[in-house]
Structure formats: C-alpha cells, structure tokens
C-alpha cells in the first residue's frame, strides 16, 4: 500500500520526503523492521523510540512517523502530535478495518476480566464457535497462542491479530480492555460490538491518580459503542450490584441495549439475575432469572465472585445470540483461568492455593470464597508490587489480616522500589487495626516454604498477588518465579 494513501487517515503536522513510496510492513519495534516498512517512534515510560529511528533505517524502514523531526534519519519523516494516535489510524487502514469484520467483545473492570474471557471462550469452544482471546495471559486463536505483555497490546499489534482472525474465518474476538489501555488510546477506533463492565475498587491509581479518572477511562469504552459503523445492535453488559456499575446503567451517553446482571435485582428490561444462591466446597448453585428464560444452575466454580463472572457470561451469550438453552447446558463442562483460585496437586491433609488476587478487593473475594471449604485455619502469603499505587497497600493488610489466621507478608514484583520499603506501606495496616497475626518474610520463596511448613490437617495456604505469572520484576529485570512451581517444590520435598 502507498505511504501517502495511508497518510489520509491521519492528522499530519509536518511531513519530510517522499511519499510516493510502497508500504509493506508496520512496526514501533526496531528490531522487527523489514524492507519497506513505517517504524513509530513511540515515547514511553523509559526511553524514546526516536533514538533507535538509525537502526531501523538500517534495517529497511522507509519512513519514520514521529512527534518531532529526526535530523539526518536518511528516511519519509512524519510529524505528528500524537504517534499512538496515528499508529492505530494506519494500522487500521493497512489491514483493511479488519475490526468491521468481527463481532467484538470488550471486558473491562478491576477484577473477574480474565475469568470472563476464559469461560466466554470455553463456552464457545464447547458449541464449536471460533473465538479469539486477547487478554492478560495470554493472545490466543486458532492455533495461535502468544505470551502477552500487557492485557491490552498495542493498537498496531492489534490490528495485525485481527486481521489474521478474519483471514482464519473467524467471526468473535472477546478482549480484557485495562484501563492503560483506554486512557492511552490503544483501543481508540476499535468498533466494539459488546461491552461489558464488572467492578471498579482501587487499582492503578498510580497511573490515573483517582477513582474519577480511573471511571472515566473505563466509560469511554462503553461510550465507543456510539460509533456504529457495522450499523448493527450494540450492548452495553455490566454489573448492577456495583456503585460504578449503577452509574453506567443511568448513563444516558450510553447508546446500546443494556443489560444488567445482579444477585438483588432486575435493573433492566435485559437482565440477568441469580437468586437464592448455594455455596460450598464442592460447587455453586443457584436460580437464574433471565429476560430470555429460567434455570437452575450448577457449576464447579466456587465463590460468589464466580457467580457474578457466570452471569456476565451468559449475559454475552445471550447478547450473541446463543440459545438460551445451548448456554445453560454449556456451563456444566465450562472451564476457568489458570491462577484463579487454583489449587496445587499434593497427597498432603492440607491444600495450597493459588490466586492472582492484587487488590483488597479481589483479595476479600478469595478469601470469602476460601471461608466457604470451611478449612481450619487460612494462612496467606500476599505482597504488592512496587512501582504501582501505594494507598492500597495497607488495605491489602486490612483484608488479610481481619480474613486469615496467620498472614506471611513478603515480596511481590518490586520492580525499582526497595522491597523492604513496600512492606512497610503494607504493615502500617495491620497496625492501624491492631492486628499481630503475621510475619514478614522478604523473599518470597522463603515465604511460601514458610507458609506451607505451618500448615497442618485441613489448613488452606493461599499465595495471592501472582497466579498465573511466571516471573518476578527486580529493577527492570524480568527473572523466572513461578508461584505454582515453588509451591510444588516445597510439598514434593516435605
């Protein structure tokens, strides 16, 4: 494709050399550029695209799009206000719109957004409905499964994902859309079909600074449904027993069907709801009331968090177009995410599980949900990753300490921040409602080794903050730590 037939998506502020050039690949990785591509020169948290704009000319850029002006870059050089902006805009014309090809689902919220993603696909799996899956473990379709980096990818690698769904046939593409993502832009022309919200606690308020902020970026999601290129029905999903949730179901900006789902009450003419709800050990039960029809249902899942993230499900079922009665005999072989609640193989009287629980808020769920196998005693290993919002480190320490028996308090991705330092912010908590049933243990290995050897006949360990991830961040290195893998270690040598 012509670089000046791309150029007329976006808004061009100064534009040096020729444009009149084939264009056959995007990148803002200099090490991934070939012959005859755009390299973006993004501007991120640790360093400037722009100083690696001579490698990727070395390696065939043929044009540099960035927000001011390379001197001596031997390539096109495009001037822009905002290359994240113009990165979408292009990769959205290079791969032909491929988002107007797809019934797009967008899941957004603090906690329950991988558990929804994972159980929508194994629902759809389960009919032999193809479906892709972008979020925080991993990016999967077809055949396809890619480590991921971020929950939300960046709007080139996006693009390039979905084009290649639409090639592979496949129609649904259901996404964990984060905050960073919204507020960055990096979903920003996407044309979201589905839109679905399940909480908001606090989280990320080193990025957004408040709850007002970290909202608005949530609801822009939910007013992106506006645009209606497909011209086709849009529904806007979301979580009525929320505060936040409730300010979306009385937003009028909102133009979609919308659908509330709730443990109380029917909010809408579309609703979802679940009554008189059963929980322990071995499974959930409860009535559902639907706009569509009734069931009884009986799942593996245990919590009551479960039962919010089922109803969200089968409010996107539903919202598809999937027969009521196709959806309810799905949730018997539905399957979860790895590191939800997810309990580590062993002979031993007592059980280890692990969570990906980082928020107070999803921790208080964990451990509810823990309270209901009805075990001895609950003992956590928990810790908060540097680098992110501090205020929630005490109420982390509130939750643990008032829901557990023993807490060990120890390290969790400190990233730049002495390890140390974070305890701190986490102990002043405990201290602040007198609590004294904990430890501190720095090293996290040690911490869990610890944990595992306290525990006795029909305990529950839990290790939260991680779940599924398989690394620990120490200043900016990535070294391999794996929660399960430790735990599995420690109970095969004991």
Avoid: W
Avoid at 410 to 438: F, L
Avoid at 443 to 468: F, S, T
Avoid at 471 to 492: M, P, S, V
């Amino acid at each position: 494709m012509k670089l000046n037939v791309l150029l007329k998506v976006i808004n061009l502020k100064e534009v040096f050399g020729n444009t009149d050039i084939e264009i056959e690949g995007l990148s803002y990785d200099s090490r991934n550029i070939f012959k005859n591509y755009i390299f973006f020169a993004l501007s991120g948290a640790h360093t400037d695209g722009k100083k690696f704009a001579n490698q990727a000319v070395s390696k065939g850029a043929v044009c540099i799009v960035s927000d001011t002006k390379i001197d001596n870059c031997n390539c096109t050089n495009i001037i822009v206000d905002n290359v994240f902006e113009a990165m979408s805009k292009i990769s959205a014309k290079f791969y032909d719109y491929p988002d107007k090809k797809l019934t797009i689902i967008g899941v957004t919220g603090t906690n329950g957004k991988t558990s929804i993603t994972y159980m929508t696909e194994s629902i759809f799996k389960n009919l032999n409905i193809d479906i892709g899956v972008i979020g925080t473990i991993s990016y999967r379709y077809a055949n396809v499964t890619i480590s991921a980096p971020n929950t939300t990818p960046q709007a080139l690698d996006l693009y390039k994902m979905m084009a290649e769904m639409v090639k592979l046939n496949i129609k649904y593409l259901i996404m964990e859309v984060s905050s960073h993502a919204l507020a960055l832009g990096r979903v920003s022309g996407i044309e979201f079909d589905i839109a679905v919200f399940t909480n908001l606690t606090q989280d990320h308020l080193d990025f957004h600074k408040d709850m007002k902020n970290y909202f608005d970026a949530k609801k822009t999601l939910f007013y992106s449904l506006r645009t209606n290129l497909k011209n086709n029905k849009k529904f806007a999903i979301i979580n009525a027993d929320d505060i936040y949730g409730k300010k979306l179901l009385e937003d009028k900006n909102i133009n979609a069907v919308k659908i509330s789902y709730s443990t109380s009450s029917k909010l809408c003419d579309f609703f979802c709801l679940a009554k008189d709800i059963l929980l322990n050990s071995q499974y959930s039960s409860f009535n559902l009331e639907t706009y569509l029809g009734n069931s009884q249902i009986k799942v593996s899942h245990i919590g009551l968090h479960n039962i919010y993230n089922i109803l969200a499900v089968i409010s996107i079922c539903m919202s598809v177009g999937i027969e009521f009665n196709k959806i309810i005999d799905s949730l018997k072989d539905m399957k979860g995410a790895p590191g939800r609640l997810e309990k580590i193989p062993s002979n031993k009287d007592f059980s280890v599980m692990v969570d990906y629980a980082h928020t107070d808020d999803a921790l208080k769920n964990v451990l509810s949900a823990i309270k209901n196998l009805k075990p001895n005693k609950i003992i956590t290993v928990f810790g908060c990753g540097g680098n992110r919002d501090k205020t929630k480190r005490p109420k982390m320490a509130k939750v643990a300490c008032s829901m557990s028996d023993f807490v060990i308090i120890t390290s969790d991705n400190p990233r730049e921040e002495n390890p140390v330092d974070i305890i701190k912010d986490i102990e002043q908590g405990a201290k602040e409602i007198n609590k004294t049933n904990y430890e501190i243990v720095v090293e996290r290995k040690q911490a869990i080794e610890q944990a595992i050897l306290k525990a006795k006949d029909k305990d529950v360990v839990l290790i939260a903050g991680k779940g599924h991830e398989n690394y620990q961040i120490i200043g900016r290195e990535k070294i391999h730590f794996d929660d399960k893998e430790t735990a599995l270690e420690i109970l095969n040598k004991i």
